[in-house]
Nanobody, 123 residues
Framework: QVQLVESGGGLVQAGGSLRLSCAASGRSFSSYAMGWFRQAPGKEREFVAG????????SYADSVKGRFTISRDNPKNTVYLQMNSVKPEDTAAYYCAARMLIYSYTWESYNYWGQGTQVTVSS
């Protein structure tokens, strides 16, 4: 079992930066690949970024590539999402998720989810 708690969301102006954190508790955090997803009102949940067990491999949605960075600190059981040059279209609830071994682009394949943190970007 893994429990995930996101933090760091809030209101930010377009062009600004925000860093989201996801703290994990439970066993063997380093055995879980991690993903960040987001969901805007009336839209489906979408993949934002994924990271492998060691942090050596990452993947991003085209819409955030070059602006967002996912990273992890295994001794601290935490995964981060650094969001730079944010845009109003980045406004959404952001969720971190965990699944064994390999990250996935589909939210249905993740076993554990946090409660989400709201990010609102003003223009």
């Amino acid at each position: 079992q893994v429990q995930l708690v996101e933090s760091g969301g809030g209101l930010v102006q377009a062009g600004g930066s925000l860093r989201l954190s996801c703290a994990a508790s439970g066993r063997s955090f380093s055995s879980y690949a991690m993903g960040w997803f987001r969901q805007a009102p009336g839209k489906e949940r979408e993949f934002v970024a994924g990271i492998n067990l060691s942090g050596s491999s990452t993947s991003y949605a085209d819409s955030v590539k070059g602006r967002f960075t996912i990273s992890r600190d295994n001794p601290k059981n935490t995964v981060y999402l650094q969001m730079n040059s944010v845009k109003p279209e980045d406004t959404a609830a952001y969720y971190c998720a965990a699944r064994m071994l390999i990250y996935s682009y589909t939210w249905e394949s993740y076993n554990y989810w946090g409660q989400g943190t709201q990010v609102t970007v003003s223009s």
